[in-house]
């Protein structure tokens, strides 16, 4: 099952005492009666009291985000916000940047610590969030797979070059050339640099900076992306999710880093953490978000107060079964794809070492390995996407449903596999007026464009009979119904129409929810939709890539049990790529297998 109870990450270190909460107590209520006002401000860094949050737009009769909002933060507390999935965490997180609108507005300001001398919020406060879309990218396509297409080492964009290309200090060769510079400059530039050497050493990035961008793993990318938001010296930084895509290995040195960074206030810090994520035991306060509610406090209370809470909601929730249909093929499926001696590499680099692996029918595979193992990038061969799937020459070979890779062609090798990926969910566009239906309809034929009569695609070899129209209008309506809200906004048992190879009509819930914009649903929605993109055409082959991600518990509960009980079928492949084990939907019973990448080599497990 999935695990939704909290966990906290254990390092040694013990909870406050008696005496020391006795004597914060004292301090803080001293301060009520303290004459420097001024002193009372700077020891607040964030003040909402009792006030509800709408979004922008909305009146105040209009129902709030977030209702009779309480929450102080203090100087040298550690601060986590939890919730049981992205929106309205995040929602909470951007509130603090000004994107969502509180009433009534705190008297001493949102940020009191920012009022002596009076700073600005916008330059004092970073966000950085893993959970969303980048916000750079617009609503076009980009095509995500073009990183991977350059040959020559002098026109890939390194790490350094593509994080930290505006700090010209950081760069090998310096931009602005002999420039004379005050002593303050080059004192600033001194600890900015000493701060970034610091970093990239204890997040292990020191040796990754001048390799292209595309020899890194998202894991990689993450780590570089945080150091890139404390270089721009904010006071306060919000991070949202920063655990995502770090292998166990990694998580540990990084909450390490944060740790150290927010005792120093050089940055302040407030996590935002999905609850299966580790909790770490430097956190003192949580702020957990249930429904449109905040409950806020010191971590053992609110803990207590989640374990007894989800007590009852599982003593509320009926039986589910574990099992999932019975896998009837292995060893006998037809192979889908077939590795054997695979390499890629970059220039003297190699990522990929003789890779010898076959996927076949039936089979469910678990992807393992740490960041910068080559996952991505085994990914990339596997769906066609990386120019070296066809330079597999000799004792090299890539068969792609029986045929090698350069005997079929790109468009065709899409329609045949479902993907659900970081890189495609970033990739994907979010234009104005796509329906949801119509971004299920384009995984009928791997595209991003929708098309075609009732929005189902327009087929890659000419127009579609009537006789296929109606089967791909049937999935989607079958999609829907495993997977739309009628499945996960309830917490009785589906009904078999339901359930894939149910169709027929749907349910209001989900044909109110088919018809709205793709852009306006939220990050747990938009990657469900994805998912039902990667499902709809029954591929023959499904790689689900952090295919969870800002999905709440009752979704995350709905799309395994979709995919267990017949969202994949016998005849079809599945890998999960995954560094949490949990979060693979099959188990042993259900003749998982793994296959583990280790510095570029893979091995069965």
């Given at each position: 099952m999935f695990k939704t109870e909290l966990r906290i990450l254990r390092n040694g270190r013990s909870r406050p005492s008696i005496t020391s909460n006795w004597l914060r107590t004292l301090l803080q209520a001293s301060r009520g009666t303290h004459s420097d006002s001024g002193n009372d401000a700077a020891a607040i860094v964030v003040q909402i009291s009792g006030s509800n949050i709408h979004r922008f737009g909305d009146s105040n009769i209009a129902a709030p985000v977030f209702q009779d909002v309480r929450w102080t933060v203090r100087d040298g507390e550690s601060w986590a916000v939890i919730g049981s999935g992205s929106s309205q965490k995040t929602a909470l997180l951007q509130t603090l940047r000004g994107h969502l609108r509180i009433t009534s507005p705190p008297p001493g300001g949102l940020f009191p610590f920012l009022s002596n001398p009076p700073r600005d919020p916008h330059n004092a406060v970073a966000f950085v969030s893993f959970a969303h879309r980048p916000q750079s990218f617009g609503n076009a396509f980009y095509d995500y797979s073009a990183r991977y297409g350059a040959v020559r080492d002098e026109d890939r964009i390194t790490l350094r070059e593509s994080m930290f290309g505006e700090y010209d200090f950081l760069n090998i060769r310096p931009k602005a050339g002999l420039v004379t510079k005050m002593p303050e400059e080059l004192a600033a530039e001194k600890a900015k640099k000493d701060i970034f050497e610091d970093l990239t050493a204890k997040l292990g990035l020191s040796s990754l900076l001048d390799l292209p961008m595309v020899a890194l793993s998202n894991g990689q990318t993450r780590r570089a992306r945080i150091i890139k938001a404390v270089l721009s010296q904010p006071e306060l930084l919000l991070l949202d999710e920063p655990l995502t895509g770090l292998d166990v290995h990694n998580r540990p040195t990084l909450l390490s880093v944060l740790h150290s960074l927010h005792s120093s206030r050089k940055p302040r810090i407030i996590m935002g953490l999905r609850k299966q994520d580790p909790i770490p035991d430097w956190i003192t306060h949580l702020a957990l978000i249930k429904g449109g509610r905040l409950l806020t406090g010191e971590k053992g209370d609110i803990l207590e107060q989640q374990a007894a809470d989800a007590a009852q909601e599982k003593a509320a929730q009926p039986f589910i079964s574990t099992h999932g249909l019975p896998v009837t093929r292995g060893e006998d499926g037809k192979p889908v794809a077939i590795l054997k001696n695979v390499n890629v590499a970059y220039g003297p680099r190699k990522v990929l070492k003789s890779i010898n692996w076959t996927i076949r029918e039936g089979q469910r595979w678990h992807l393992q390995g740490a960041n910068g193992s080559g996952k991505t990038t085994l990914m990339s061969?596997?769906?066609?996407?990386?120019?070296?799937?066809?330079?597999?020459?000799?004792?090299?070979?890539?068969?792609?449903?029986?045929?090698?890779?350069?005997?079929?062609?790109?468009?065709?090798?899409?329609?045949?596999?479902?993907?659900?990926?970081?890189?495609?969910?970033?990739?994907?566009?979010?234009?104005?007026?796509?329906?949801?239906?119509?971004?299920?309809?384009?995984?009928?034929?791997?595209?991003?464009?929708?098309?075609?009569?009732?929005?189902?695609?327009?087929?890659?070899?000419?127009?579609?009979?009537?006789?296929?129209?109606?089967?791909?209008?049937?999935?989607?309506?079958?999609?829907?119904?495993?997977?739309?809200?009628?499945?996960?906004?309830?917490?009785?048992?589906?009904?078999?129409?339901?359930?894939?190879?149910?169709?027929?009509?749907?349910?209001?819930?989900?044909?109110?929810?088919?018809?709205?914009?793709?852009?306006?649903?939220?990050?747990?929605?938009?990657?469900?939709?994805?998912?039902?993109?990667?499902?709809?055409?029954?591929?023959?082959?499904?790689?689900?890539?952090?295919?969870?991600?800002?999905?709440?518990?009752?979704?995350?509960?709905?799309?395994?049990?979709?995919?267990?009980?017949?969202?994949?079928?016998?005849?079809?492949?599945?890998?999960?790529?995954?560094?949490?084990?949990?979060?693979?939907?099959?188990?042993?019973?259900?003749?998982?297998?793994?296959?583990?990448?280790?510095?570029?080599?893979?091995?069965?497990?």
């Amino acid at each position: 099952m999935f695990k939704t109870e909290l966990r906290i990450l254990r390092n040694g270190r013990s909870r406050p005492s008696i005496t020391s909460n006795w004597l914060r107590t004292l301090l803080q209520a001293s301060r009520g009666t303290h004459s420097d006002s001024g002193n009372d401000a700077a020891a607040i860094v964030v003040q909402i009291s009792g006030s509800n949050i709408h979004r922008f737009g909305d009146s105040n009769i209009a129902a709030p985000v977030f209702q009779d909002v309480r929450w102080t933060v203090r100087d040298g507390e550690s601060w986590a916000v939890i919730g049981s999935g992205s929106s309205q965490k995040t929602a909470l997180l951007q509130t603090l940047r000004g994107h969502l609108r509180i009433t009534s507005p705190p008297p001493g300001g949102l940020f009191p610590f920012l009022s002596n001398p009076p700073r600005d919020p916008h330059n004092a406060v970073a966000f950085v969030s893993f959970a969303h879309r980048p916000q750079s990218f617009g609503n076009a396509f980009y095509d995500y797979s073009a990183r991977y297409g350059a040959v020559r080492d002098e026109d890939r964009i390194t790490l350094r070059e593509s994080m930290f290309g505006e700090y010209d200090f950081l760069n090998i060769r310096p931009k602005a050339g002999l420039v004379t510079k005050m002593p303050e400059e080059l004192a600033a530039e001194k600890a900015k640099k000493d701060i970034f050497e610091d970093l990239t050493a204890k997040l292990g990035l020191s040796s990754l900076l001048d390799l292209p961008m595309v020899a890194l793993s998202n894991g990689q990318t993450r780590r570089a992306r945080i150091i890139k938001a404390v270089l721009s010296q904010p006071e306060l930084l919000l991070l949202d999710e920063p655990l995502t895509g770090l292998d166990v290995h990694n998580r540990p040195t990084l909450l390490s880093v944060l740790h150290s960074l927010h005792s120093s206030r050089k940055p302040r810090i407030i996590m935002g953490l999905r609850k299966q994520d580790p909790i770490p035991d430097w956190i003192t306060h949580l702020a957990l978000i249930k429904g449109g509610r905040l409950l806020t406090g010191e971590k053992g209370d609110i803990l207590e107060q989640q374990a007894a809470d989800a007590a009852q909601e599982k003593a509320a929730q009926p039986f589910i079964s574990t099992h999932g249909l019975p896998v009837t093929r292995g060893e006998d499926g037809k192979p889908v794809a077939i590795l054997k001696n695979v390499n890629v590499a970059y220039g003297p680099r190699k990522v990929l070492k003789s890779i010898n692996w076959t996927i076949r029918e039936g089979q469910r595979w678990h992807l393992q390995g740490a960041n910068g193992s080559g996952k991505t990038t085994l990914m990339s061969v596997i769906t066609g996407d990386h120019p070296q799937s066809y330079t597999q020459r000799g004792e090299s070979y890539l068969e792609l449903f029986s045929r090698p890779r350069p005997k079929i062609s790109t468009p065709h090798l899409r329609s045949l596999i479902g993907v659900v990926s970081p890189e495609l969910a970033n990739a994907y566009p979010r234009r104005a007026k796509t329906s949801v239906w119509e971004v299920v309809g384009t995984g009928f034929d791997g595209v991003f464009v929708p098309g075609g009569k009732n929005g189902v695609g327009m087929g890659l070899e000419g127009e579609l009979s009537d006789e296929v129209v109606r089967w791909r209008v049937n999935r989607i309506r079958e999609v829907l119904s495993g997977l739309g809200p009628s499945s996960w906004s309830s917490r009785t048992t589906p009904s078999s129409a339901h359930w894939p190879g149910s169709g027929g009509k749907l349910a209001d819930i989900d044909d109110e929810f088919s018809r709205r914009d793709f852009v306006d649903l939220s990050a747990g929605e938009q990657s469900m939709v994805l998912l039902m993109r990667a499902l709809v055409s029954r591929p023959q082959l499904v790689l689900l890539d952090e295919a969870w991600s800002g999905m709440d518990d009752s979704m995350v509960h709905t799309a395994r049990r979709y995919l267990r009980e017949g969202g994949v079928g016998h005849d079809q492949a599945a890998v999960v790529i995954s560094h949490w084990e949990d979060e693979v939907p099959w188990g042993i019973e259900d003749g998982l297998r793994r296959f583990r990448l280790d510095e570029g080599n893979g091995s069965h497990v």
